[in-house]
């Protein structure tokens, strides 16, 4: 089955430092996307980024940036300068390729910024 | 502005009455899919419709049934509610899969008593 894992069910940072939430993911795709969604209290799903599979260079969208590491299945975000408003939960996900276009979520980082 | 919508938003409901989440979007997607969420699970596929009259079963189908009659509109129908289908649940759309960004409703937050 196609998994995606997020070890860290909780994290803590302190605003305006340096933060990186963990993932890992397995599938025998080839050509598949990954993305990290924000949940904030408002509960709405929010994309932060995406990286295609067959794509070396890590995504990155403004303090946002992947480490994208294929042969370890690997697919960190790391946010920078960290602000009160990035508080939130954060789900990893794949799609695969599949044409059921099936997110796979992993169960959520919940990430504090401290003042 | 191009969005997805659900209504209602809120929900308490009792076991065993029939009860229908609305899902629309205006942005001509081809793609819409439910999503149901707890807490320590994530979010997982209920039913996903790849047209209008095309649909298919997700991860966790059981006890829901959902229908695509117009091509803006992907109801999701509870004909016997249980309480372990107390849940928040999520549409999403998209112009296609794989490549495609998925966008998010707001959410439903369905209790059954």
């Known amino acids: 089955a196609q998994t995606v894992t997020q070890s860290q069910p909780e994290m803590s940072v302190q605003e305006a430092e340096t933060v990186t939430l963990s993932c890992t993911y397995d599938t025998s795709e080839s050509d598949y996307y990954l993305f990290w969604y924000k949940q904030p209290p408002s509960r709405q799903m929010i994309l932060v980024i995406r990286?295609?599979?067959?794509?070396?260079q890590n995504a990155t969208e403004n303090r946002f940036s992947v480490n994208f590491q294929k042969a370890a299945k690997s697919f960190s975000l790391k946010i920078s300068d960290s602000q009160l408003g990035d508080a939130a939960m954060y789900f990893c996900?794949?799609?695969?390729?599949?044409?059921?276009?099936?997110?796979?979520f992993g169960k959520g980082t919940k990430l504090s910024v401290k003042p | 502005e191009a969005q997805v919508t659900q209504n209602p938003r809120y929900l308490i409901t009792v076991t065993g009455k029939k009860l229908t989440v609305t899902c629309s979007q205006n942005m001509n997607h081809e793609y819409m899919s439910w999503y149901r969420q707890d807490p320590g699970l994530g979010l997982r596929q209920i039913y996903y419709s790849m047209n209008v009259e095309v649909t298919d079963k997700g991860d966790v189908p059981e006890g829901y049934k959902v229908s695509r009659k117009e091509k803006r509109n992907f109801p999701l129908i509870l004909e016997s509610p249980s309480p372990n289908q107390t849940s928040l649940y999520f549409c999403?759309?998209?112009?296609?899969?794989?490549?495609?960004?998925?966008?998010f409703g707001p959410g439903t937050r369905l209790t059954v008593t």
């Open positions: 996900a794949s799609n695969y390729g599949g044409s059921q276009g099936n997110l796979i």
């Open positions: 990286q295609e599979a067959y794509k070396q």
């Open positions: 999403a759309s998209s112009f296609g899969t794989e490549t495609y960004e998925q966008y």
